[in-house]
């Protein structure tokens, strides 16, 4: 198993291509409306794109309109940290990939979505990876 806490800044830009490095390592955001994932309905599980662990299923996505994926709740609560971010000048919470700290997006709660949680996942496709598979629900 890898520590991820050991790979350099270095050895990330190797790994990562520059797009992918700025959103996931150094908590950048991709243009809404642009990413892979966003209109996306396929069957599958979401994967953190920098090191694999799997992060979100398809059955809980759903469409927020917000121009980048959005879910309800994560695989499990493990799989994640949620961290204050109070840059930009103004306060939210960003969702990291708890097996290797990149930055996958930013979680919201109270906008009246009709889902289970209350809770909008807003994750960059770009951090993202989808393995097409049939999902139990």
Not at 34 to 42: A, C, K, L, S, V
Not at 54 to 82: N, Q, V
Request: glycine share 8%.
């Amino acid at each position: 198993m890898t520590d991820f806490t050991l790979i350099t800044n270095d050895q990330w830009r190797k790994r990562l291509s520059p797009q992918e490095y700025h959103v996931l390592r150094e908590a950048g955001t991709e243009a809404p409306h642009t990413g892979e994932y966003t209109d996306t309905t396929t069957e599958g599980v979401y994967s953190c794109r920098a090191c694999g662990e799997e992060i979100f299923r398809s059955t809980e996505k759903f469409e927020s309109h917000c121009g980048w994926p959005s879910f309800f709740s994560p695989l499990a609560g493990d799989r994640i940290i949620e961290r204050v971010d109070d840059s930009l000048g103004m306060r939210r919470v960003e969702v990291l990939c708890a097996n290797c700290g990149s930055h996958l997006g930013h979680v919201f709660e109270g906008e009246g979505y009709g889902t289970p949680t209350d809770l909008r996942y807003c994750i960059n496709s770009i951090s993202l990876k989808l393995e097409e598979k049939p999902v139990a629900k």
